[in-house]
């Protein structure tokens, strides 16, 4: 479940948390992947970007529900507002992070 209130940032499992930051680690083999190391939108690695790609639509598939107002991953960035555009350029300190960002509506 994620949290659904409070402000600031944190950790999965921080219940105080507005956004929760979710680490995508690499699985055994990610070298094997043959994706020279870009995962599937060009951003993340290998096996791990995978998986953080797949965090990251289930996240969008499911905002309506959850509330979620926005989801970062791999220096690209969805947002619920501006939905019809799709996953767009991140600004910032969002480029080559491992974490999955999913920031909740108040």
Do not use: C, F
């Not at 690695?45 to 639509?57: C, I, M, P, S, Y």
């Amino acid at each position: 479940m994620l949290p659904k209130g409070g402000s600031g940032r944190g950790r999965a499992g921080d219940a105080g948390a507005r956004e929760v930051s979710v680490p995508v680690q690499a699985t055994v083999g990610a070298a094997e992947t043959g994706d020279g190391g870009t995962g599937a939108h060009g951003g993340g690695t290998g096996r791990g970007g995978e998986r953080g790609w797949e965090l990251a639509h289930w996240a969008v598939a499911r905002a309506d529900e959850l509330r979620i107002e926005e989801v970062s991953y791999a220096g690209r960035v969805w947002s619920a507002e501006e939905s019809e555009e799709g996953w767009r350029p991140a600004g910032g300190d969002e480029n080559g992070t491992n974490d999955v960002r999913i920031r909740i509506a108040r």
